[in-house]
Nanobody, 114 residues
Framework: QVQFVESGGGLVQPGGSLRLSCAAS????????MAWYRQAPGKQRELVAS???????NHVDSVKGRFTISRDNAKNMVYLQMNSLKPEDTAVYYC????????WGQGTQVTVSS
């Protein structure tokens, strides 16, 4: 079955960096557009960044210039490099397909705090 396993989160000070990883299985990964989403406490889940099967990327304005999505089709992996982190980036981060969503994984907690 479809499964996403996210990792790499943690507690970081403002201005710090983290690299999130997502291992995908049960899907034809290399043919699919993928994305990272996040859900902050008390808020709805939102799209953060997406990447097409061909490697074209899109980042929402609030993370543009700070976050970078990438993928490794040989390993069925999606990554999110997060730099210059801000307290408002605190959330649980998830990966999933960009369009027709599958079941969510457990996510990885990112906490930005001094």
């Amino acid at each position: 079955q479809v499964q996403f396993v996210e990792s790499g989160g943690g507690l970081v000070q403002p201005g710090g960096s983290l690299r999130l990883s997502c291992a995908a299985s049960g899907i034809m990964f290399s043919f699919l557009d993928m994305a990272w989403y996040r859900q902050a406490p008390g808020k709805q889940r939102e799209l953060v960044a997406s990447i097409t099967s061909g490697g074209d990327t899109n980042h929402v304005d609030s993370v543009k210039g700070r976050f970078t999505i990438s993928r490794d089709n040989a390993k069925n992996m999606v990554y999110l490099q997060m730099n210059s982190l801000k307290p408002e980036d605190t959330a649980v981060y998830y990966c999933n397909k960009r369009w027709i969503l599958s079941l969510w994984g457990q996510g990885t907690q990112v906490t930005v705090s001094s």
